[in-house]
Nanobody, 124 residues
Framework: VQLQASGGGLVEAGGSLRLSCAAS??????MGWFRQAPGKEREWVSS????????FYADSVKGRFTISRDNAKKTWYLQMNSLKPEDTAIYYC????????????????????WGQGTQVTVSS
């Protein structure tokens, strides 16, 4: 199983980027995004399930980021608007099989598959 993240880049504060994560050959029950800034621990950003419409966000990105999926393309996205310098990080897509309780969505150890990361840099 491979997850391929793309879409990162350099953007000015207030700008937008859309990240994509393409899975090779299969879908997952839960998909998400994490990020890691230099010198900091990996931080959960957002998740969604393969069915239904519920989406989940960290407070730091709520109202600015939107997660979505295209099951036919085996791809999920992170639309990032109103970007801030503190959003600068390497963004990783992640996925897992099986059910997960809501309180565990933000735990990196609950995701079994990871993409290689894509750098997002927001200049002030």
């Amino acid at each position: 199983v491979q997850l391929q993240a793309s879409g990162g880049g350099l953007v000015e504060a207030g700008g937008s980027l859309r990240l994509s994560c393409a899975a090779s050959g299969r879908t997952f029950s839960t998909m998400g995004w994490f990020r890691q800034a230099p010198g900091k621990e990996r931080e959960w950003v957002s998740s969604l399930r393969s069915t239904g419409t519920d989406t989940f966000y960290a407070d730091s990105v709520k109202g600015r980021f939107t997660i979505s999926r295209d099951n036919a393309k085996k791809t999920w996205y992170l639309q990032m608007n109103s970007l801030k310098p503190e959003d600068t990080a390497i963004y990783y897509c992640a996925a897992r099989d099986g059910r997960i309780i809501l309180s565990a969505l933000n735990r990196a150890d609950q995701y079994y598959y990871w993409g290689q990361g894509t750098q997002v840099t927001v200049s002030s």
